[in-house]
């Protein structure tokens, strides 16, 4: 039993070493972790050897059990510094995602033919031949109406021609962003971009990135 109170000193002595340490190391916490499970582990070898000493077999028992009761409450608490000493680790990846709310993905590109509009240079200029076509047509009264249906054609013709000569490819380009909306963008040429493509918003259109 003198044995046994010499542990329980030895262990208050053995916590307020640890609890120095831990005040003025400048170790990293797993350094610190490592270094006090170490001096842990060789004072519970320290222990068992003086155990042997004990003169009955009850006694070394009851060392022996004392011994590694405090082993195991100083590696606790070892544990218990380095989980307080450890900053928590968090994922970035989601607020890397929603920091940038202008960036999306391409989902879809087609490519359509878009009808011109007509303007009034066709209908005139239609017109105009229009009617001096008419105009070469009869006489008199004839020549008059033949002028003015000429002039009415010609205008409509005009314009639907100038409607053809004026119609386009179009490239349409879908894109889906993080937030989960999407939007469509119009190209006169060809963009460049292909379904998977990152894109972000400049302006009015988006850019690859």
């Not at 270094?35 to 004072?43: E, F, G, N, T, Y």
């Not at 004839?142 to 119609?167: F, S």
């Not at 179009?170 to 909306?181: E, L, N, P």
Request: glycine letters at 10%.
């Amino acid at each position: 039993m003198k044995q046994t109170r010499w542990l329980l000193t030895g262990s208050l002595l053995l916590a307020a070493m640890t609890s120095a340490t831990w005040a003025q190391t400048t170790l990293t916490p797993k350094a610190q972790y490592a270094a006090d499970s170490k001096q842990a582990q060789a004072r519970y070898q320290s222990d068992l050897k003086l155990c042997a000493d004990e003169t009955s077999s009850s006694a070394r028992l009851q060392c022996r059990r004392d011994a590694k009761t405090e082993y195991n409450q100083t590696i606790a608490a070892a544990k218990a510094h380095l989980t307080a000493a450890t900053p928590a680790t968090t994922s970035t990846a989601p607020q890397a995602q929603v920091s940038c709310p202008d960036c999306g993905k391409v989902v879809a590109v087609s490519v359509t033919e878009k009808e011109g509009e007509g303007s009034a240079v066709g209908m005139i200029a239609g017109g105009a031949a229009g009617a001096l076509l008419g105009h070469q047509i009869g006489g008199g009264i004839g020549k008059d109406i033949a002028t003015v249906a000429g002039a009415v054609g010609g205008a409509y013709a005009g314009k639907e021609i100038e409607k053809r000569v004026k119609t386009h490819k179009v490239w349409t380009v879908s894109v889906q962003y993080a937030t989960g909306s999407q939007r469509h963008f119009e190209f006169a040429q060809d963009p460049g971009l292909q379904v998977g493509d990152p894109v972000k918003n400049s302006g009015n259109t988006i850019v690859r990135y």
